[in-house]
């Protein structure tokens, strides 16, 4: 078998030997071309540009051969060595990862560039260069996150083959150019998250291949024009949290395959129109926070894969349409909150769904906390600013998926003794109650890691401040305006997490715990209207982010710390005490 093999390859070497043009015809489909020498300066132009780069990704950019693989974030054509692919992006969420600088002109020099995505590097500023609009190979170019200013250039428009256009998460101000409707090809469009201003252009006609379109987040204003109705492969719409007025179209509900629309925040009135059934494909639903007014349609029972729907924060008014057995089908969140509705009790069509998310607060609702058919699906429930006064004993049973409960502002009367809440739980809200008990029925050494969020103020809870056990991810106390007593806790510096922090309004007595100041995350701090005594310790000055602090009306002496941000806060925050002094309160006459 050895021979075999020996006799093979000796056979296989003589015919290479004897055939040096097929040697050379064999290997020659494995090369690739050394990167252009015109790319490789204009990438290096903007690498000079970059003033700091955490990512270390032009750390790789060095050698001749910007092709060669060895260049992060560079893809070339193997048969031209000319760059196609410029693709460089940072993480979203980690802040200390990014780039510092600007955009280099010299980038407009990729003459056969076809993709360019620079993003979520955050700190690259400066305007978009004019030269990015001799690119007309570019399919897609993507500038999110980042720090860019100035205008969109008009030049963009030049752009034939683009079908990608995302300049979202920036501080691009001025108009939408009118040029940019000169692409043809054109699928996504995403400005959002900028300051952009005026109209939306009319010329966007001519987008015919249009398929997702994202302006949010930004100062636009006058109508929502008419030309949206024309854009047959829509998929997604959101215009929201604009400055946008007039009524609803009535040409954007034929967009049959429409699945997405997001309205909300704007200066819309009028009322919603039957021809909502139109949006046949449409999943998510959001018109809060305008000047809508009217009925909800009946038509709009018809959609048959809707799943969020959020009409809150409207005028709209009574009756709710008759959802019957077959109306939307697919519902799992709802909200319907501060409208001119005055329901009384949950609707049935509601209530004995399976839903996740119900949100009916400032409804008129009145009597019992209702008894949801479905419980173990809830997992948001928003029933404040209602008038409920009972029902509470039992309500959460079997509610094993709740994380989010809202049920301020109501007439709720029970002792925390009796209330039994959800295991992974992650935020309360049950302040302006009449709530009584001790607080240490909620806080204790069974309290749920997953609780971030717990607001009982405004109720007549008693008792002292519990002990902080180790492992709480509280990042909102509120315990304020209740009738709390005994002293401040030191294992208050247990909650790591906390960023917001009131127990305003109770009789607490002591002093302020100076391992308070080991709450490095803390920025709202409110001990104020309480019977605390001693000095305000200067290890407080450990907090770096604090923004809002008050210690009013309780009974500290001594001097303030003297450091930012305590003395530059009002004198208010100090007044009605024994004898606080210095800045911004009368210097201390004495260190003593």
């Not at 819309?268 to 494909?281: D, E, M, N, V, W």
């Not at 349409?321 to 909150?337: E, H, Y």
């Not at 709480?472 to 917001?500: D, Y």
């Not at 920025?523 to 605390?532: G, M, P």
Request: aromatic letters at 6%; one cysteine or more; a positive charge.
């Amino acid at each position: 078998m050895k021979i075999r093999r020996w006799v093979s390859k000796l056979l296989l070497l003589s015919f290479f030997l004897a055939s040096p043009l097929s040697l050379a015809q064999t290997i020659t489909p494995l090369q690739t071309s050394v990167c252009a020498e015109a790319d490789r300066v204009a990438l290096l132009g903007f690498k000079a540009r970059i003033l700091k780069d955490t990512t270390d990704i032009l750390s790789s950019w060095i050698g001749k051969d910007c092709c060669g693989g060895d260049w992060e974030g560079v893809q070339c054509n193997p048969a031209t060595g000319r760059v196609t692919d410029l693709v460089l992006q940072g993480p979203a969420r980690d802040s200390g990862i990014y780039m510092k600088g600007t955009l280099s002109p010299s980038l407009g020099s990729l003459a056969f560039l076809e993709v360019m995505v620079i993003s979520g590097m955050k700190h690259i500023a400066g305007p978009i260069p004019e030269s990015f609009s001799t690119l007309t190979h570019l399919t897609q170019l993507v500038l999110e996150d980042n720090s860019l200013e100035g205008n969109i250039p008009p030049g963009l428009g030049r752009l034939p083959l683009l079908n990608i256009l995302s300049l979202n998460g920036n501080h691009l101000r001025g108009q939408i150019p009118p040029s940019l409707g000169n692409f043809k090809k054109l699928q996504q469009l995403s400005l959002a998250r900028n300051l952009l201003s005026g109209p939306i252009p009319t010329t966007f006609q001519n987008f015919l291949s249009l398929q997702s379109l994202d302006l949010s987040f930004n100062l636009l204003s006058g109508l929502i024009p008419d030309i949206l109705g024309h854009f047959q492969n829509l998929t997604f719409i959101d215009l929201s949290n604009n400055q946008l007025s007039g009524l609803l179209p009535p040409s954007l509900f034929s967009l049959v395959k429409l699945q997405d629309l997001s309205l909300d925040h704007n200066q819309l009135t009028g009322r919603i129109p039957s021809q909502i059934a139109g949006l046949k494909s449409l999943t998510h639903l959001s018109l809060s926070s305008n000047r809508l007014t009217g009925q909800i349609p009946a038509s709009i029972s018809s959609l048959q894969n809707l799943w969020y729907l959020n009409l809150s924060r409207n005028g709209l008014s009574d009756p709710l349409p008759a959802i019957q057995g077959r109306g939307l089908p697919s519902l799992l969140s709802i909200d319907l909150s501060y409208n001119h509705l005055s329901l009384g009790t949950v609707p049935g069509w509601i209530k004995d769904r399976q839903l996740s998310d119900v949100h009916l607060a400032g409804c008129k609702l009145e009597g019992n906390l209702p008894k949801f058919t479905r419980p173990d699906s809830l997992s948001s429930l928003d029933l404040s600013d209602n008038f409920l006064v009972d029902g509470i004993a039992g309500f959460f049973t079997n509610m094993s998926n709740l994380q989010k409960l809202k049920l301020s502002n109501n007439q709720l009367k029970i002792d925390l003794f009796d209330i039994k809440l959800p295991d992974g739980i992650s935020s309360i809200e049950i302040q302006s109650n009449q709530l009584s008990g001790f607080l240490s029925r909620i806080l204790n050494n069974r309290t749920s890691s997953f609780l971030e969020v717990l607001d009982v103020s405004g109720n007549q809870i008693s008792g002292t401040m519990p002990e902080f056990i180790e492992g709480l991810s509280l990042k909102v106390l509120n315990i304020g305006s209740n009738k709390i007593t005994g002293q401040f806790p030191g294992s208050i510096s247990n909650l790591k997490e906390l960023e917001r922090m009131d127990i305003s309004r109770n009789q607490i007595t002591g002093t302020i715990p100076t391992t308070l100041g080991l709450l490095s995350n803390l920025q709202w701090l409110d001990l104020s209207i309480n019977r605390l005594t001693g000095k305000i310790p200067t290890s407080l000055l450990g907090i770096a982010n604090l923004r809002h602090a008050n210690f009013r009306a309780n009974r500290l002496c001594g001097e303030i710390p003297q450091g930012k941000p305590y003395n530059i806060f009002p004198a208010g925050a100090y007044a009605h005490n024994l004898c606080l002094c210095g800045k911004p309160l009368p210097l201390c006459r004495t260190k003593k």
